[in-house]
């Protein structure tokens, strides 16, 4: 096996993959929103910021619309696209076992990934944006714009849902509910309602992530096969809920596949991600940044 | 009713199934003996995930353990699949235990044991893909030897059709010999209440990995047989996700923990998937995915129980309403 541990390669590697990390982090909010706070699992979040992906694709190369002026749209699309797919599948068996959730939230993903086969087929589509190869250099490093501009993004946004759920008023109803429905209920916090708004909210973020990515990244119908995985893997170690430790897990594993990908020959680099993962889930199932709950 | 009933029932299914290559035509005994690979793999893992309530999203990964050793064993040493086959259930059984017992001693379950499932068979397919000996991305083809019993192969298709149903029936008297044993009743038990099972003294941790082993080897022969009916074996065809997925599905929509679940879901969706594939492959590729996705979706709503387990609420349903009367009238004593 031919290891590469050239410099200017390492040091590429690990801008780039800072970068990448941020992208992982962008896209896995949503999914520690949904899963760490309202205990919902969805796999079909990867899904999910498939369509967001399309949704831009299709504004900025068939409406010639800025992409991040698209942010205007894909938000609050993804807002009741995520809403919409709640109260039809998700919201009627709110009480049945978790099983049973994750195996209907397997459909929905099965479902919107093969609707796009056969809408888009296969094709992986991608547009050249004017922003699309703006990039600088620092030194040997060359940094991308759009992709500095994703993780300026990811930044915000951790920033913003952190806020949000910190200081407003359907925010800590959010986290009231999670933590005690019943009581939160008797609070007068309407319960159902606010797992929609948190669902809705988490499946909006991917509408952020959709045209941030769309500049300098690609869609197809399996995109979302990978980028799913790449989120649980994300929320895992940042742990369930915790945003910090969202956007620390995205860093993680940007750098485990950047840098992975450029010492390791072939698509081998990927293994680790999958080894840092199960290791975690093993050893560490509350993530990096959690103390062990009692 | 008779206990002997169950086991007399399935060898009759065995049986009747053995008259269909008399009227069915070659394409249609193809989508039969798919129904039988893809039902003996659901039953297989109906076993850790019906019964003992751990829902595997990667048993691809055993499967691709017994297609990959019978494929390599075959082509690099000239093997016959038959000890391959024996290769096979070692190294699954051992890769079952392994896992298992890490997976299980560390008490990962519902959605951390889902993921890590699906992580390792994703792993595996990038693991696989970068070994040239097993072919790299590209897979393992078999030599196609014509009809050979010594190399588990068979010109026409009723070779491997019989095959196949000798395989179910097998699978089939298994799963229901082992209902009446006290290891199902763990498995049960583990999977009604975990908590309330340990505390009975149930070694669940032990249950489980003895679950994990024998579904994983089962798969592991199923994958076998895929390999010897395809003549190929790559990595996203037996570790990829849809693979297990479509394993999970036929055991969901037929029922879980039912000995007959697993085949009834693979006897109705199979065949409409194939033929969707036929039908729509061109235009509307992916058009039997679509389809499982809404028949996943609309159980999980209405059915959740699968199809024989709504049958079998049904039953009891009516069995308790007609017994009602007698229980008034002697106040008391149900059963």
Redesign the interface.
């Known amino acids: 096996m031919d290891l590469n541990f050239s410099g200017a390669v390492i040091s590429q590697a690990i801008a780039s993959g800072i970068m990448l990390g941020g992208l992982f982090a962008l896209i896995s909010i949503g999914l520690t929103l949904i899963w760490g706070v309202m205990k919902i699992?969805n796999f079909a979040q990867g899904e999910f910021l498939m369509v967001g992906l399309y949704l831009a694709y299709f504004l900025v190369a068939w409406g010639h619309i800025d992409p991040y002026i698209t942010i205007l749209v894909t938000v609050p699309f993804m807002f009741f696209f995520g809403i919409g797919i709640f109260r039809v599948?998700i919201s009627?068996?709110l009480k049945?076992p978790?099983?049973?959730?994750?195996?209907?939230t397997?459909?929905?993903?099965?479902?919107?990934?093969?609707?796009a086969?056969?809408i888009f087929?296969?094709d992986v589509m991608s547009v050249r944006t004017r922003y699309s190869t703006w990039n600088f250099d620092i030194g040997p490093v060359v940094i991308s714009v759009p992709q500095l501009i994703a993780l300026f993004g990811s930044v915000i946004c951790t920033v913003a849902v952190w806020y949000y759920l910190k200081t407003t008023d359907s925010g800590r109803a959010i986290r009231a509910s999670a933590q005690n429905p019943t009581a939160a209920t008797l609070m007068g916090i309407d319960v159902p309602r606010t797992y929609l708004l948190a669902f809705g909210l988490g499946s909006a973020t991917l509408g952020l992530a959709g045209s941030l990515m769309i500049p300098f990244y690609y869609t197809s119908?399996t995109v979302g096969?990978f980028l799913g995985?790449i989120m649980?893997?994300v929320v895992?170690l940042g742990g369930m809920g915790n945003l910090m430790g969202c956007f620390v897990g995205g860093l993680v594993i940007g750098l485990a596949e950047t840098v992975g990908a450029a010492v390791f020959?072939?698509?081998?680099a990927?293994?680790f991600t999958?080894?840092i993962?199960?290791i975690f889930?093993?050893?560490r199932?509350q993530g990096i940044l959690s103390r062990r709950q009692t | 009713m008779n206990a002997r009933m169950p086991y007399i029932g399935i060898l009759v299914v065995g049986a009747l199934m053995c008259l269909l290559p008399l009227v069915l035509s070659t394409y249609y005994l193809h989508i039969a003996i798919l129904v039988l690979i893809w039902a003996f793999l659901a039953c297989a893992w109906n076993i850790l995930g019906g019964y003992a309530?751990q829902?595997s999203?990667g048993n691809g990964l055993y499967m691709g353990i017994g297609a990959y050793t019978v494929a390599y064993l075959t082509n690099r040493f000239d093997l016959t699949p038959w000890l391959g086959l024996l290769v096979a259930i070692v190294l699954s059984a051992a890769a079952a235990a392994f896992i298992g017992w890490?997976?299980f001693r560390?008490a990962?379950k519902?959605?951390?044991f889902?993921?890590?499932t699906?992580?390792?068979a994703?792993?595996a397919v990038?693991?696989v893909?970068?070994i040239p000996a097993l072919g790299g991305a590209g897979g393992i083809q078999l030599e196609y030897r014509g009809n050979s019993l010594a190399y588990m192969q068979f010109a026409g298709k009723n070779g491997y059709f019989f095959m196949g149903v000798i395989m179910l029936v097998f699978i089939l008297l298994l799963t229901q010999w082992y209902r009446g044993k006290r290891f199902f009743y763990q498995l049960i038990a583990v999977r009604e209440n975990e908590d309330a099972a340990e505390a009975l003294g149930v070694d669940t941790v032990k249950a489980k990995i003895k679950a994990n082993v024998m579904s994983g080897v089962l798969c592991a022969v199923g994958g076998v047989f895929y390999v010897q009916y395809f003549l190929y074996v790559g990595p996203r065809s037996v570790f990829g996700?849809i693979v297990s997925?479509q394993i999970?599905i036929y055991a969901?929509v037929g029922g879980l923990g039912t000995t007959w679940g697993p085949v009834v879901g693979a006897v109705l969706l199979v065949p409409l998937s194939e033929i969707a594939r036929a039908q729509l492959g061109n235009s509307?590729?992916?058009?039997h995915?679509?389809l499982?996705?809404?028949?996943?979706?609309l159980?999980?709503?209405f059915m959740?129980f699968g199809i024989v387990g709504a049958f079998q609420r049904l039953r009891q349903r009516w069995q308790h309403r007609s017994a009602t009367p007698l229980v008034d009238s002697q106040g008391g004593e149900a059963s």
């Open positions: 699992i599948t009627p068996i049945d978790v099983m049973n959730q994750i195996m209907l397997l459909g929905v993903s099965l479902i919107l990934q093969n609707l086969l056969v087929s296969a119908p096969l995985l649980f893997i895992v020959p072939g698509s081998l990927r293994v999958f080894a993962f199960i889930l093993l050893f199932p | 309530g829902h999203l890490i997976v560390y990962l519902g959605a951390y889902a993921l890590v699906i992580a390792l994703e792993a990038y693991v893909s970068n996700e997925v999970l969901i509307f590729q992916g058009a995915l679509l499982y996705g809404a028949v996943m979706v159980t999980m709503l959740p």
